[in-house]
């Protein structure tokens, strides 16, 4: 039974930062692509940053240069670390899975992971 929880979030003042963790449990964690999602109310699930089987990296434009993804492989732990906070990047934030080594095209596709954490929250004030 793969299993994600995600666990950081909470609330920063804009230009702060911010570390989500996501425990992954219940599959071979270095074989799977994993992802990084958030979904603001009113908006579209997007796919914030991700990371292949093979470490292969895809950033949202909107992230890049702010947000990094990475692994653990020992401890089954995907982290987000989130600086330069601004009020948009306010949103739910949901972590995913799936048993692929994806390509970058797709890697920040949510029709692509069949496996998602229950979300945590992140606010940005100004």
């Known amino acids: 039974q793969v299993q994600l929880v995600e666990s950081g979030g909470g609330s920063v003042q804009a230009g702060g930062s911010m570390r989500l963790s996501c425990l992954a449990s219940?599959?071979?964690?270095?074989?799977?692509?994993m992802a990084w999602f958030r979904q603001a109310p009113g908006k579209e699930r997007e796919g914030v940053a991700a990371i292949s089987s093979d470490g292969s990296t895809s950033y949202a434009d909107s992230v890049k240069g702010r947000f990094t993804i990475s692994k653990d492989n020992a401890k089954n732990i995907l982290y987000l670390q989130m600086n330069s906070l601004k009020p948009e990047d306010t949103a739910m934030y949901y972590c995913?899975?799936?048993?692929?080594?994806?390509?970058?095209?797709?890697?920040?596709?949510?029709?692509?992971?069949?496996?998602w954490g229950q979300g945590t929250q992140v606010t940005v004030s100004s």
């Open positions: 995913a899975a799936v048993g692929v080594a994806a390509s970058t095209v797709f890697l920040r596709s949510a029709w692509l992971y069949k496996n």
């Open positions: 219940g599959f071979t964690y270095i074989q799977y692509s």
